[in-house]
């Protein structure tokens, strides 16, 4: 199994990425997707997820600022962040809902003030 997370960077706060996850080695259609991240000297915590169905369901962190979807044709999970604030600075990454697979290496978000 492998989950590549891609689309980190520096921002500044106020602006917007779009996060990537390529997972491989799993029958992704059949998974609920979830996205994680760890912030410097913090627990890893869930963000957000999407179920087979199209579900979707967001941390109060980051709700009304998030949206996640999937692409079962490309095996890809995606999160959109806008108004991006210095407290979303962290290393994203994505995982079956209840993270069951290996974790991948992450993508880093650095939101500047």
């Known amino acids: 199994v492998q989950l590549q997370a891609s689309g980190g960077g520096l921002v500044q706060a106020g602006g917007s990425l779009r996060l990537s996850c390529v997972a491989s080695g799993i029958l992704f259609s059949l998974n609920d997707m979830a996205w994680y991240r760890q912030a410097p000297g913090k627990q890893r915590e869930w963000v957000a997820s999407i179920s087979i169905t199209g579900h979707t369901d967001y941390a109060d962190s980051v709700k009304e600022r998030a949206t996640v979807s999937r692409d079962n044709a490309k095996n890809t999970i995606y999160l959109q962040m806008n108004s991006l604030k210095p407290e979303d600075t962290a290393v994203y990454y994505c995982?079956?809902?209840?993270?069951?697979?290996?974790w991948g290496q992450g993508t880093l978000v650095t939101v500047s003030s």
């Open positions: 995982n079956g809902l209840y993270a069951y697979y290996s």
